[in-house]
């Protein structure tokens, strides 16, 4: 098990985008595939030196993300044994969480658009992480769109495919850091439709309100919507 260090454009940090094969648990001891301890690559993601010694490569054509390879010109993943960028622990220092979570809260995050990796790469976030699983089967993540109903299938071709794989990076990022920040509370995210993240009209308002409304009926405890 292995995980890839990722920059994201979208945030303003670097995060950890582990190989779904397991979890994995954090030592001072393990090293990265180039033979740099895990210990000094934190290190440089904390004091944002990183990259003057790596260098990044895109990961999809449409999203922000960026992979950190082994050494600047490089295009092989930087790779370790424990994640080296921020993690839950981080989340919950920076925001004086408790370091026990007991509620059972439901958290919505609205997004425009269906990210169709977004179960599978939540399940990577929290096993990486040592977190409890959280899956649609379970009932602790539900997948939902503006009206309540089930998502929509993922758009295929033409600008809304591009649209939607811009978007899902970001879709991730929010639903990771709530789950980080509450590993027992439920996860709702509801998705408008991808039109409206790019269009700034009445319609588009109209949907996210709707959403919103969709997010409080089913008792919603926070709502998160990133657009703007």
């Known amino acids: 098990m292995a995980s ?15 190989s779904p094969s397991g979890g994995v648990t954090a030592k001072s001891a393990a090293v990265a ?8 690559l934190r290190q440089e993601v904390r004091s944002g030196s990183l990259l ?4 990044v490569r895109t990961v999809c054509p449409q999203c922000g993300a960026r992979v950190v390879t082994e050494k600047t010109g490089s295009t092989t993943p930087l790779r370790a ?25 439901t958290i919505v995050i609205i997004d425009a658009g269906v990210d169709a990796t977004l179960a599978s790469d939540l399940a990577t976030h929290r096993s990486t992480y040592g977190l409890p699983a959280c899956d649609t089967a379970s009932g602790c993540l539900t997948l939902e769109n503006y009206t309540g109903v089930k998502q929509p299938a993922p758009q295929k071709k033409g600008a809304g495919a591009a649209l939607e794989e811009e978007l899902a990076l970001e879709t991730s990022l929010d639903l990771d850091a709530a789950s980080a920040a509450c590993p027992t509370c439920h ?42």
């Open 33 to 40: 595939d180039s033979g740099e301890p895990v210990a000094r």
């Open 81 to 105: 044994s424990a994640p080296a960028g921020y993690g839950p622990g981080d989340l919950a220092k920076a925001y004086g969480l408790p370091a026990t979570s007991k509620s059972t809260a």
């Open 4 to 18: 890839t260090l990722v920059a994201g454009a979208l945030a303003s940090s670097y995060a950890v985008a582990a």
């Open 187 to 228: 996860l709702v995210e509801i998705s408008v439709p991808w039109q409206d993240g790019e269009d700034d009209n009445d319609v588009s308002t109209g949907d996210f309100a709707e959403a919103v409304n969709t997010a409080v009926v089913g008792n919603a405890s926070a709502v998160s919507i990133s657009y703007g």
């Open 52 to 55: 003057a010694g790596h260098g």
